[in-house]
Structure formats: C-alpha cells, structure tokens
C-alpha cells in the first residue's frame, strides 16, 4: 500500500505540472520555491529531464507562450506517476531528504491532501525509532542513536505539518506564482 515512486527532480516536475502548463524557467523556480531545503536544481537538469519526459509519454507540448518559450503539460500517465509518489512513504527505511520533498511538495499542490502520506511517513520513521540495535561496538550504537534521534526530530516535523493542515489539509497549498522567472545568469 506505499508507493514505490520516490520523489525525485523528475517527479517533482511532474508534481508542479498538475497545476497546469509551464515552461522550464518558470518548472525550475517553483521546484526551488516549493522545495526550499534543495540546493538549486540547475536549469540545464530541468530540460534534460523534461525531454525525457516527453520521450517517457509523461509529459506532452502544450504549445508556447506569448514570446515563443515552449509550455509543458503533463499526461494522465504523469498524473499516475505523481499520485503514485505523493500518496505515501516509499517501503524501506525512511529517507529525511525524501520525506521532505514529498512533504513539502503534497502541501504545497491545491486539491492534494497530504494527511494520508504525513500518516505513512510517520508510521516509517517510528518503525524506524524502534528498531534500536544493541551492540558492543561503539559506532553501531551511535549510529543507532542517530538514527533514534532523526526518527524523533521527523515525526515532531509531521506532527507539526499534520497542525497546520488540520484546516482542511490543503491549507498550503498554492498555484503558480504570478511572477515571471528571470532568465538568464543572475547578477553578482
């Protein structure tokens, strides 16, 4: 019942696709908007990653916009795609990178309610709190501590998100930003 689907670069494209159509520029600031704990995606991976998309049947041309940037829309196999990975923890031991992006992402989508893979998540990462292990060697007992306090650290973090959501749980959410990404190298 958890998605097999982690959220990735590709995956968040998909994700901020289900707003409509959009451009590369204007995909790669509301990735870096929306997942504000990332270093910047480059713009160069946002391309190569729509093309192959493209390739993939997940996304299609959408047309261009009024000065001739080529829009995206996603398909309904891209809709698959991000249901699949916003739904819930992937299986395996919890990830906090990963947590966070699906997290972040899912609540920042209109008509998206993220308390199905807030509850999922917190379900890995207090398996994961759990499984403390025992042993005479040092470093496997600190890592083990670690592990026990990121546990603690995630489900207080899902916790605190599952608060804010309680509104409603598309209390976050927003659309597309009004304002047009620059283009171009930044300035100094």
């Known amino acids: 019942m958890s998605a097999e689907v982690p959220v990735s670069v590709r995956n968040g494209l998909l994700a901020v696709l289900t707003l409509g159509p959009a451009y590369g520029a204007q995909l790669h600031t509301e990735l870096g908007e929306r997942l504000g704990h990332r270093r ?3 713009i ?3 391309y190569a990653t729509l093309d192959r998309l493209g390739v993939q049947g997940l996304v299609r041309a959408a047309g261009v916009t009024d000065d001739g940037l080529p829009l995206y829309r996603i398909t309904d196999e891209g809709r698959g795609v991000v ?3 916003l739904s819930s923890a992937p ?4 990830d906090w990178a990963e947590m ?3 997290v972040l992402l899912a609540t920042s989508l209109p008509g998206v309610d993220a308390r199905e893979l807030l509850q999922s998540y917190r379900e890995r990462w207090a398996a994961a709190s759990g499984a403390v292990i025992v042993d005479t060697v ?3 007992r600190l890592a083990s501590d670690a ?3 990121l546990a603690e650290a ?3 973090w899902l916790d605190g998100v599952a608060d804010e959501l309680a509104g409603g749980g598309t209390s976050l959410a927003r659309a597309y930003s009004a304002a047009r990404p620059r283009r171009g190298r930044p300035i100094a």
């Open 44 to 46: 160069g991976q946002v």
């Open 40 to 42: 910047t995606v480059n």
């Open 83 to 85: 249901d699949s990975a």
């Open 100 to 102: 966070l992006d699906a």
């Open 138 to 140: 040092p470093q496997a």
């Open 154 to 156: 995630a489900i207080r």
């Open 147 to 149: 592990t026990a306090a």
């Open 91 to 94: 299986d395996g031991a919890p």
